[in-house]
């Protein structure tokens, strides 16, 4: 997937919960059942209590209208259950998704912070600690998301003034990005500086070089 492609889904968190499910097991050495998961001594299968990760996410465009929460295995793209996927579009469809979500769901086993995709809230000098977590609770974690709301979603934020926030997220988004392409600039002519400055070194250097030696020679070079 592009870097520069929107975002399919926006991964909205993860959880854990703890069922009774069923066991995979060895066909070769233990009694199993067609798909492989233990069997009991009566045949049933052999249930024990493990732990089962979800995703929460939405769609990109609409992260506060529809939130879907799987079981984060189901969502894993596996070729041999794509059954009867004979132009591989559901197989590509649950990739792409799948590529959203495993940096999310690695972090989130690891313990950290989701990463998002843009510019974090806490970044931004325009929305207090209070207000930036309204925004997250509406499913809204970057400041191109406040920028990008639609008006029929701003009525849904729990905050006052909600259109002169996504106007001064917008203004605050070009600053920056002014600021990054002036400071890339002024970084790009350092570079050629120090080139510059090195080039008239070595030549300074190989016209010592070449000089013909004075009077005496080796004697006067000493």
Sequence with gaps: MSENQAPMIRVMGF???YEMLAVKGDPVTEKCDLKGYKLDASGRPLLERQAEDW???SP???PMNTKT????RLMLPDPSKMGEDQDGEKLKFMTA???QIEPA???FKKGQDIPVNGMALAAWPGVSPEQAE???QSGIRTVEEVRDLQEGQMDKVRLPNMREMRKQAKLFLENTDAAKASEREAQKDAIIEQMAERLAAMEALLEERTQPKGKGGARDAA
């Design 15 to 17: 959880k854990t919960s």
């Design 55 to 57: 995703v929460t996410y």
């Design 60 to 62: 990109s465009h609409s």
């Design 69 to 72: 929460t799987e079981r984060v």
């Design 97 to 99: 998704r799948w590529m």
């Design 105 to 107: 769901y690695d972090a």
């Design 134 to 136: 309204v925004l997250r």
